[in-house]
């Protein structure tokens, strides 16, 4: 809630700023950061959503860099050289690569056919290190340079003889380029779906608000003002849950960075602080014995619990216990709220979806609940 003695001049300058920061989020610029009081209040559980918003929506923003990363995989071509640089043999394949007519190139530079730059101090270092050493470069070939990763590794100390293993990437290249780019737009589809929440809807919202912070301002009349600031305050209450249902739905990009265990304490976090519902948590590391699609499954499946506790059953503790072992995860989930009916615990009220999601993991769930008792849910998922 805002407190009633909260100035006029204060929120209308507090929402310019949350309005300001929108705008900059749909315009695809994260860097602004709205400052949250001391007061906890229901604004700042707003600029708080929002900022997290902007954290989740900066970070899935893909660098150009990503295509710099190394491919690591069995390469085709081979080279045996001296210390020299010199080719001692090779196979069908080197030729095929540099599109050569079938000659002899023994005793001939590896250099004039492999861009191998600073040449002496990799093989000096191989022989002293007695180890692999990898480098992406290019092949000289009459058609084009080809992008390829070269390995070269001693294979014989006293003769001072090593083995240059020669991958073409040209079709990885391509493959990863048409692989990012599909990434890319799909995630800044999203970003620019979540941007256009925030500022359409959102910003629709805080701009009604200041509508009435300035009818507010105006308004002499004591009956009509407090139906201005009712209107007002359910106004914000409505941007609170906009701004939390956002959040739910960017949650699972935090399993892709952080895991399952850090996702669930985040969601805990966010609810706690715009519901002042208070979590108990029991959460091992079990990033070792799950796999993502049963990670995102099982996220699923804790926010269906949450979010049916925040809204029927006026709970005000929501306790959550998580573990695993090599064959089994086990999941207990309570809170001590109103409770259901015997009658109508397995219809509705997101129990079907919890059922649904258990199942597909081929798991047990167990439901019990009594009437002003709360609910308590205990599911077992096999791993194996």
Partial sequence: MIPVKTPLKDLENRLNKIENTLVSYSQGDFSKKLNISDDFDTLDIIMSGINMLGEELKEITIGKNFFNSAFNSVTDSLVVINHHGEIVDYN????????????????????????????????????????????????????????????????????????????????KLQEEARRIATIIKTQEDERNRVASDLHDSVGQQISALKFFINSLQNQKDEKLKDDLFKKTQKIIDGVADEIRNICFQLMPRSIERFGLIKTVEQLADLVQFSTQINFTLKLEPITQFIEPNTAMSVYRIIQEFVNNSIK???????????????????????????????NTINKGNGIDNMNLRVNYLNGDINIKSQKDEGVSIEIMIPLK
């Fill in 92 to 171: 069908n394949s080197f030729i095929s690569m540099l599109y050569f007519e079938v000659v002899d190139l023994k005793w001939q530079k590896v250099t004039q056919f492999v861009k191998l730059e600073d040449f002496d101090k990799i093989i000096k270092k191989v022989e002293k290190d007695l180890s692999v050493f990898t480098l992406n470069t290019e092949v000289f070939s009459n058609n084009n340079n080809i992008p390829v990763e070269c390995s070269i590794s001693p294979i014989d100390p006293q003769k001072r003889l090593f083995l240059i293993k020669i991958q073409d990437l040209t079709d």
């Fill in 312 to 342: 029927h059953s006026r709970c005000k503790n929501i306790f959550i216990d998580l573990k695993a072992d090599q064959s089994k995860l086990l999941l207990k989930m309570a809170d001590d709220g109103v409770g259901f009916d015997n």
